[in-house]
């Protein structure tokens, strides 16, 4: 079942709402690679101008998760199997930074802020929200980018973060991801710089060897 659409809320533009709920399905895998989304079907189906669902296609193909077609709309991208290991390269240099300045600046009320999307991961999960718990897990790395605080790092993964979210979702072992994502927040907890980066470095080198050649 598709991902349904998400009231806008007061503050929060119209694409990015599509956007959201585009990027749902193609995480769920209802939208497979090569599916083509059409801007005027979209439009139609959300009972809105093609405007913002242009705009949202257009934010989706800057995180890599379309790929634009001139005359066809656009189609839900695939990686091959050196574009997965080009983004696990960027991924295992970028949140390795990420994580040594997170435990230089989190403060405790950063790691409450982390500890509860891990305690909102196991909860969904017991609840059975396979998607929810992926998404608190999204989240969590999300939210040590942020509190490394360091905005050329940010602007860096932006970028990629659709695609590494992505790719989180070929976990399986959801239980034993989010202990992974619990020993790395207590490295960043420690305030050590070298204990995180190191935690990190072993959490992405671990889930780079499970991923299959093309996704």
Request: charged share 30%; net charge negative.
């Amino acid at each position: 079942m598709a991902q349904p659409v998400e009231e806008p809320g007061r503050d929060r533009p119209l694409r990015e709402v599509i956007r959201d709920t585009l990027r749902s399905r193609i995480f769920e895998g209802y939208y497979a690679p090569g599916t083509r989304l059409i801007e005027r079907d979209l439009a139609g189906e959300f009972n809105v101008s093609r405007l913002p669902v242009r705009e949202a296609l257009r934010m989706l193909q800057q995180e890599g998760l379309l790929a634009p077609r001139a005359t066809r709309g656009s189609v839900v991208a695939g990686l091959s199997e050196k574009e997965v290991e080009d983004l696990f390269d960027v991924r295992a240099s970028l949140e390795v930074l990420a994580c040594r300045l997170a435990s230089q600046r989190a403060t405790p009320e950063d790691v409450s802020r982390l500890e509860a999307l891990l305690d909102q991961a196991s909860d969904a999960l017991r609840r059975g929200s396979v998607h929810e718990a992926h998404r608190f897990n999204n989240d969590f790395h999300d939210e040590v980018t942020a509190i490394a605080d360091n905005a050329f790092l940010r602007t860096a993964l932006e970028p990629l973060q659709g695609r590494m979210h992505w790719l989180f979702r070929h976990v399986t072992d959801l239980p034993e991801l989010i202990q992974e994502h619990r020993d790395l927040l207590a490295a960043i907890a420690s305030g050590d710089p070298d204990a995180a980066a190191a935690q990190s470095a072993r959490h992405i080198g671990k889930y780079r060897a499970q991923y299959p050649d093309t996704v």
